[in-house]
């Protein structure tokens, strides 16, 4: 899965949790400034999880503000379970 | 209607709790804080910290009413750990209120103002079943434990050993009362893994502190807070969330399954 790609599974399962349209999110978007707090966040990060069939430990999605950020750190696991 | 089982067990939890409370942790405010090692030289701001540790404890009574509303029909062991869990908790405050008082930072005109203008607030309470309200504790306890523990190490910052004391009291009690509601937690899962997830799920997803919006000038003592005690929403994931997920045996991964089916029935039920 490429970036662009990555980036709308990101809005798909944004929209689909939070239900309001994440449509226009980009890489540059803060993750709170969506109005996803830490706790949805691991929420979201479960859905592209289940749906990538990857696992992110724990410890490495402390720190994750952006979603840039996150989008970095699934691709990695992504490129891991290759 | 909850199993023999889930009494017998929940009765056995409370017994070692107690019994453990009453052998090893018992203390008292007016003694065991060694109140001649205050600092005088303490920075106001630290001060301003206990203060709100203060305010947010001072509620005590609608935790207790409010409480004790939702387990006292549930089991004896949760009700015997309610009315513990008050005289516990009223040292807290107790303590805080004794160093502000002794160490000159406040007078005692300024604190029974205080207390005054904190009763004109209510405490609500967050959600609506014994096993939500004990799941809440199970994140909420943990959490004052690790707020308390980083003001302490504050405290010693400033070699002020009276309210490092009276924060590690303070802490000690919190801790045990998180693996408390933990250890009940898992009773509830043992009874009905399915629903409790969603609990957690639900808890988890409209968690807050204790204290937003009573106490006052609340978004501006929390940001000292945070600031000093450097405490923030990372440290929740690390120290709260994770360890309290990991010791109730559940996975995130388990939580986002019961998010996902309580949204689909609900997108379901809508569009009957």
Known sequence: MDRPELLKTFQRMATEIAEKDFGHVTEEHVIADLGIDSLGMLELVGSMERELKIAVPDEQLVGIQTVRQLLDLVEKRTRASA | ?272
């Open chain 2, 1 to 272: 209607m909850a199993s023999d089982q889930f009494h017998e067990k929940l009765y056995k939890n409370f017994t070692t709790f107690f019994d453990k409370a009453e052998q090893e942790r018992r203390w008292n405010p007016y003694r065991d804080v060694p109140w001649d090692r205050i600092n005088p030289e303490t920075p106001a701001f630290v001060a301003t910290c206990a203060e709100t540790f203060l305010g947010v404890e001072s509620f005590l009574p609608d935790y207790i009413r409010k409480g004790l509303e939702v387990v006292r029909a549930s089991s004896w062991a949760q009700r015997s750990f309610a009315a513990n869990w008050g005289y516990e908790e009223l040292k807290h405050s107790v303590a805080l209120m004794e160093y502000l008082l002794r160490s000159g930072k406040r007078t005692q005109e300024q604190m029974f103002d205080f207390q005054a203008k904190l009763m004109t607030e209510e405490w609500r309470r967050p959600f609506d079943t014994a096993r939500q309200m004990t799941i809440y504790g199970s994140f909420q306890e943990m959490a004052t434990f690790v707020i308390y523990l980083r003001h302490e190490a504050l405290a010693k910052q400033y070699n002020d050993d009276a309210l490092a004391a009276v924060y590690r009291f303070n802490a000690r009690d919190e801790i045990a009362h998180a693996r408390f509601y933990e250890d009940i937690v898992k009773v509830y899962l043992e009874e009905d893994r399915e629903g409790t997830l969603r609990d957690i799920a639900h808890v988890a997803k409209n968690f807050e502190m204790p204290g937003i919006g009573i106490v006052p000038d609340y978004d501006a003592r929390i940001e000292l807070m945070r600031e000093h005690g450097h405490v923030d929403r990372d440290i929740f994931l690390q120290k709260v969330y994770f360890p309290v997920l990991k010791y109730l045996g559940v996975t995130r991964q388990e939580l986002v399954e019961v998010a996902r089916r309580e949204r689909d029935e609900r997108r379901a039920s809508a569009a009957q």
